[in-house]
């Protein structure tokens, strides 16, 4: 796998580091996770990308994705980003989290319009590290907005009013601008 992979698994890994909560968000910039070495990262299995392919369909693309533990459960989880032009629009391309289902994959969330970076928190939402996505497009200025995880999936829609700014630089960067993998 490329080493942008690796080092989003690897960031990822750090979000999964941090202590479990209660189920409230923990403030920005309190406990959270040390840096995790690049040589920690893992790497995402081959039925998560072909799981990820069947999820968005048909259509000539790229992604990007990593494996780390978000939930701190012990099991990867897989974060993709998917871009293409069946997928992605002004506003951008869908984040999607996949979650070990038995012996597959299940999609905790599809997250439309987002625009890439996608960064690992040092926060939690109910167990699960939080995310930044960019959202821009449509006329609209340019920011990173904090995903939550709400016990059951991450915001649909990161366009939505009462999402969180939060600094560009926050977090780590575990989803790149730039191109990605072919889909298979």
Not at 82 to 109: H, I, N, Q, Y
Not at 134 to 145: I, T
Not at 147 to 152: E, N, P, V, Y
Request: with cysteine; net charge negative; glycine share 16%.
């Amino acid at each position: 796998m490329r080493t942008s992979v690796l080092l989003l698994g690897a960031a990822l890994a750090l979000v999964a580091c941090q202590p479990a909560d209660s189920g409230a968000e923990a403030p920005a910039g309190t406990g959270g996770a040390e840096p995790v070495p690049a040589s920690r990262a893992a790497t995402v299995p081959a039925d998560a990308v072909t799981y990820l392919r069947t999820t968005v369909g048909e259509g000539e693309g790229t992604y990007n994705a990593a494996a780390v533990d978000l939930d701190g459960d012990g099991t990867d989880e897989v974060v993709g980003y998917v871009m293409g032009p069946m997928w992605c629009g002004s506003g951008g391309c869908p984040v999607l989290v996949l979650a070990r289902a038995g012996e597959g994959w299940r999609v905790v969330t599809q997250t439309s319009v987002t625009q890439a970076p996608v960064r690992g928190l040092d926060t939690t939402s109910h167990g699960w590290g939080d995310l930044s996505v960019g959202v821009s497009g449509g006329g609209a200025e340019g920011a990173q907005v904090r995903l939550t995880f709400d016990g059951t999936t991450y915001p649909d829609n990161p366009t939505l009013e009462g999402l969180e700014t939060v600094a560009p630089d926050v977090g780590t960067e575990l989803i790149p601008v730039g191109p990605g993998q072919p889909l298979p």
